[in-house]
């Protein structure tokens, strides 16, 4: 067996159902500012082709971006065309990131406009799904208009469901609570969010997962870090989806191949 296919998973309430590996695309539009081991290169639009239709092969829907991940939405609107209903779109709200700098805004015109121009960017007519992007003052940003904003633009239907990517357990259970989906950090190193997994299973929640591979950082000693991650973010019931951020074929093809290894053992 080759694809993920078989083993789509729902999000929450939502119907959607998501492949239990999603493309992170930060890697496409953005090389300043980012927390991986070594520097890279921005990959051309024919690699970038190709490792779309690479990952859809493979069996994955899900495709993760944001406005905050420089030139990655506009880059992935024309490469799309003719094959949006391939794909789940996640997006995000509240963070911007111009001349090296991020900055955020929480408020109702600027999260509108925000979802408005990825649907522009993205060239579609809807988004499945829009987090928040936090920044770090999690219940203070939910305290905030983005969260009522997103409801009434999913009442609005130009997207479909709505959560928060953010760094606390506090502000992920009020996440739930209030919205679709909550997007944690879990891997082998940082665990610290896992009661908000275990509270999405018990209340039929999405859970997506960043950091599964520790931003590359994972380092294992005769192990193989890959399925050792896989197997803890994979194994837990409340878990969707877990993003996996790369521009690299190989790595593409063998994070798919573990992913399906420890999914068939778990049968």
Aim: proline residues 4%; hydrophobic residues 35%; charged residues 20%.
């Amino acid at each position: 067996m080759s694809s993920l296919q078989p083993f789509y998973r729902t999000l929450g309430d939502t119907g959607l159902r998501l492949s239990p590996l999603g493309l992170g695309t930060v890697k496409i539009g953005r090389n300043q500012g980012v927390k991986y081991p070594s520097g890279f290169e921005l990959p051309d639009d024919a690699a970038v082709r190709n490792l779309l239709a690479q990952a859809h092969d493979l069996g994955i829907n899900l495709l993760d971006t944001a406005p905050a991940y420089g030139t990655s939405e506009e880059r992935l609107g024309p490469l799309l065309k003719g094959q949006r209903d391939n794909w789940v779109i996640c997006s995000k709200v509240g963070e911007e990131f111009e001349n090296g700098q991020s900055h955020f805004d929480f408020s109702t015109a600027h999260t509108r406009r925000s979802v408005e121009r990825s649907l522009q960017r993205l060239g579609t007519d809807r988004l499945e799904l829009v987090l928040v992007h936090s920044d770090g003052n999690d219940l203070d940003v939910l305290d905030q208009e983005v969260y009522p904003t997103l409801a009434q633009l999913k009442q609005e239907g130009l997207i479909l469901a709505y959560g928060f990517s953010g760094k606390t357990v506090a502000g992920g259970l009020r996440a739930l609570q209030q919205g679709d989906c909550a997007m944690v950090t879990y891997n082998l190193r940082e665990q610290a969010e896992r009661d908000v997994l275990d509270f999405a299973l018990q209340h039929n929640k999405g859970i997506l997962i960043k950091k599964a591979l520790a931003s590359g950082h994972l380092c294992l000693d005769g192990e193989d870090p890959v399925r050792k991650s896989l197997e803890l973010v994979l194994g837990h019931p409340g878990v969707t989806s877990a993003i996996i951020g790369t521009i690299t074929p190989s790595h593409l093809a063998q994070n798919v191949s573990a992913a399906l290894s420890v999914l068939s053992s778990m049968e």
